[in-house]
């Protein structure tokens, strides 16, 4: 990969090229580090909160549900996207989280095409994307390896983010 990058190199930058924007910036999230910047998101974003999971679990309404709708309180635009529901979780369960929170949050089920994706939006600028299903497992500090994540941070992040994945839902 590395090598193929150099030969495409011009495609990518030119040789000594300065960005015309600034640069994202970048921080690496172990396991526990989700869920602290899960709820400082849900605390501080201004106009959107969007999470993708995989699936919703067990520990989805204090690792998940109870953020958004913090957020919810707040905002207009908060959706929690997901395919699959796992361990003791049915679908009524989601739905009377759903009926709670009618007026806070989206949570929206994508059965097709199935969500694998794992990551969390808000505002324009904040994106972390991550190996976290938020809505079905909690980042233990005993394993800080075991969910890894890029929190990425930079103009317009979030909203492109978006457009391309609602864009993907669409077709």
Known sequence: MASGLRRSRTTLSSAGQ??????????????DDHERLLRTAAHE?????????????????PAL???????????NDVRVYFSRYTGPTKKRHVAEHRERLHDFVDLLAIRDPQLHAKFLAWDKDHVVVSSMNWGSQSG????RIDEIGLYLKGPDLATSLMKKFEALLKK
């Open 45 to 61: 974003a201004t106009e959107s909160f969007v999470c993708c999971t995989n699936k919703v679990g067990a520990p989805m309404v």
């Open 65 to 75: 549900f109870n953020p958004a709708e913090v957020a919810g309180r707040r905002i």
């Open 18 to 31: 300065a960005p015309d924007r600034p640069q994202a910036e970048l921080m690496v999230l172990y396991a």
């Open 140 to 143: 233990l500090p005993d394993n």
